[in-house]
């Protein structure tokens, strides 16, 4: 009952920005925590941020603290990432997921199919 995609990503330089978009197709999207990761080639998938269902809750991964932030609206059933100062290590994959669980927890339900992010030097 759940699917997301995503779109936003590109090819950037450092230090440039990005937004990215995720929909939700879920009819209870406001009821869910929901989540960025992404996963670069030869490395393990790692979580990026996370939003508690009202969005007040936030949790990010000192790597991105400070450059990424993310919010949603469940009006539009819409998560949104938005990368500023954007590093050549910040090059990925990046998923949308979506959690019945708490925002502090990194254990997600469902996935979306992913949008690349480059960023050149």
């Known amino acids: 009952q759940v699917q997301l995609v995503e779109s936003g990503g590109g090819l950037v330089q450092a230090g440039d920005s990005l937004r990215l978009s995720c929909a939700d197709s879920a009819r209870t999207f406001s009821s869910y925590t929901m989540g960025w990761f992404r996963q670069a080639p030869g490395k393990e998938r790692e979580f990026v941020a996370g939003?508690?269902?009202?969005?007040?809750?936030?949790n990010y991964a000192d790597s991105v603290k400070g450059r990424f932030t993310i919010s949603r609206d469940n009006a539009k059933n819409t998560l949104y990432l938005q990368m500023n100062g954007l590093k050549p290590e910040d090059t990925a994959v990046y998923y949308c997921?979506?959690?019945?669980?708490?925002?502090?927890?990194?254990?997600?339900?469902?996935w979306g199919k992913g949008t690349l992010v480059t960023v050149s030097s």
């Open positions: 997921a979506a959690s019945t669980r708490s925002y502090l927890a990194r254990d997600y339900d469902y």
């Open positions: 939003i508690s269902w009202r969005g007040i809750g936030v």
